[in-house]
C-alpha cells in the first residue's frame, strides 16, 4: 500500500517529523473505529488494529477529541501481532460532523455532542433514492453543511429505474441548487456508474452520505466490482432501509480512489454556527438589508422585505423555511455549547497540540 493512494499528501507531510522518522514512527490511516477503543488503521505496511497509547487516550478525555475515520494518525507497530499504537493524531484538512447521535437523551441534559462522521474528505457523494426518499429540501440541506465543511459535492439519484421520468427530478434539483453536479445512476444495471466514476480519483477521498437504503453500499460494490459490502432490500412497505450497513469504513478502490461507506442515517442534523447559515443563505441575507426593523425575525414582523419577496413571487418559500429551520437549529446547538464549530476545532487542537509537544519531550 502506497501512502499517497491512500491520500498522504503535503499538509500532512509536513507535520510529520525527522524525529519520528528516526523513532520509527510511521503515519497511518483509520480505515474503522471498533468497539472498545480499537481502530483499524492502513499504513504502507499493510492494515494493523491499532488502540491509542495512554497519553492520547487522556488527552482525548480533557476535550482533544478521538481519531475518526480518515484521520491520518501516528503509529509504532507491532508487526509480529499485526497490532500498532496509536501515539499521534495529525491535524485535519476538514471534517464532516453532525449533532451527537445520543441527541434525544442528552438534550435533556442540556447537553450536545459534536459527532465527526469522517475526516479529510475531498469529495462528498450524497445519494439519494428516487423513490419516497427523494426531497428536494433535504438535498439542500446536506448541501449547505457539505460546503460549509470545505467539501465538493456530487449529488447521485439512484434507483432510476423505478421511475418513468428521472429527468424531471434533475429539473426539481437544478431549479434550486447551481453548479453543483447531479448523477442519475441505477445500482442494479450499471447505468451511469461511469459518469459516478468520472468524480473518483486516484488518493482523493470520497465519502458516501444518505439515508437507509438508497444504495450507498450497492453503488461501492459496482464500484468494487464484487460484492465487498452487504446490503439489504428496503421494507415493501415503505421503503425505508434496514440499516444494513452499521459503522463507517474506509476503503480502497482497486483503480484508485479511497471511499467511505457510511449507516445510513434518519436525518443528518448538521453542526454549523448562524453566520454559515447566512452566508449560504445570502440571498435572503441580502433581502434582510431592507427590513424596517434591524432585529427583524422575518415572521410575521411589519415591514418584512423577506416576506414582501415570498409574496412578490421572488423568494422561494420551501427555501425560506429550510432558511429557518437550519437557523433555529444552529441557534439551539450554539445554545448548548456555548461555542461556534471553529471554536470547537480549535480549543481541540489546541489540547492535541499541547499534548503532543509533551510526548516529544518526552522522548
Ligand atoms: N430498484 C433498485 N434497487 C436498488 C438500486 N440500488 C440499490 N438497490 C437496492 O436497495 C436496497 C438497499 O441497498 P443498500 O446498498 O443496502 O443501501 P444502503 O444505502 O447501503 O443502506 P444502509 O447500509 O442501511 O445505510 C438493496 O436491496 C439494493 O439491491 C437501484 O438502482 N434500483
Ligand atoms: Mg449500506
Ligand atoms: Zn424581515
Redesign the pocket.
Known amino acids: 500500500m502506497n501512502l499517497e493512494d491512500l491520500g498522504w499528501d503535503d499538509h500532512f507531510r509536513t507535520q510529520f517529523t525527522n524525529q519520528e522518522i528516526e523513532q520509527e514512527i510511521l503515519p497511518a490511516r483509520i480505515s474503522q473505529g471498533h468497539r472498545g477503543g480499537f481502530y483499524s488503521v492502513l499504513c504502507d505496511e499493510g492494515e494493523f488494529l491499532a488502540e491509542m497509547s495512554g497519553r492520547m487516550q487522556h488527552a482525548a478525555k480533557d476535550g482533544g477529541g478521538l481519531p475518526a475515520v480518515g484521520d491520518w494518525v501516528t503509529i509504532r507497530t507491532y508487526k509480529e501481532k499485526n497490532r500498532a499504537i496509536i501515539h499521534g493524531l495529525l491535524e485535519r484538512k476538514n471534517s464532516l460532523s453532525r449533532k451527537g447521535v445520543s441527541g434525544r437523551k442528552s438534550e435533556i441534559q442540556g447537553k450536545i455532542t459534536e459527532q465527526i462522521l469522517a475526516a479529510n474528505i475531498d469529495t462528498c457523494f450524497l ?1 439519494n ?1 428516487l423513490d419516497n426518499d427523494f426531497s428536494v429540501r433535504r438535498i439542500e440541506r446536506y448541501l449547505t453543511t457539505v460546503y460549509n465543511s470545505g467539501i465538493t459535492p456530487v449529488v447521485i439519484l ?5 421511475v418513468p421520468d428521472p429527468e424531471e427530478y434533475l429539473d426539481q434539483i437544478n431549479k434550486v441548487i447551481f453548479g453543483v453536479p447531479v448523477i442519475p ?5 450499471n447505468s451511469g456508474i461511469i459518469d459516478l466514476s468520472a468524480h473518483i480519483k486516484a488518493g482523493k477521498t470520497i465519502v458516501f452520505i ?10 461501492i ?1 459496482r464500484l468494487f466490482g464484487v460484492e465487498r ?6 421494507r415493501e412497505y415503505d421503503q425505508k ?5 452499521t459503522s463507517r469504513e474506509l476503503m480502497l478502490l482497486p483503480e484508485g480512489g479511497i471511499v467511505i ?4 442515517m434518519r436525518e443528518f442534523q448538521p453542526w454549523m454556527v448562524e453566520e454559515e447559515i447566512e452566508e449560504a443563505f445570502n440571498d435572503i441575507e441580502e433581502l434582510s438589508l431592507n427590513c424596517k426593523f434591524r432585529n427583524c425575525t422575518h415572521e410575521s414582523e411589519p415591514g418584512c422585505a423577506v416576506q414582501e419577496a415570498i409574496r412578490a413571487g421572488e423568494l422561494d418559500t420551501g427555501r425560506y423555511n429550510n432558511y429557518m429551520r437550519m437557523k433555529r437549529e444552529a441557534r439551539f446547538i450554539e445554545e448548548r455549547t456555548n461555542l461556534g464549530t471553529q471554536q470547537t476545532e480549535r480549543k481541540r487542537w489546541k489540547a492535541i497540540t499541547k499534548l503532543q509537544k509533551q510526548i516529544k519531550k518526552d522522548w
Open positions: 445519494i433514492a439512484n434507483k432510476t429505474d423505478l445512476v441505477c445500482g442494479l444495471t444518505g439515508s437507509s437504503g438508497v444504495g450507498k453500499s450497492t453503488i460494490n459490502q452487504r446490503v439489504n432490500p428496503v432501509g434496514r440499516h444494513t450497513t461507506d457510511t449507516p445510513g
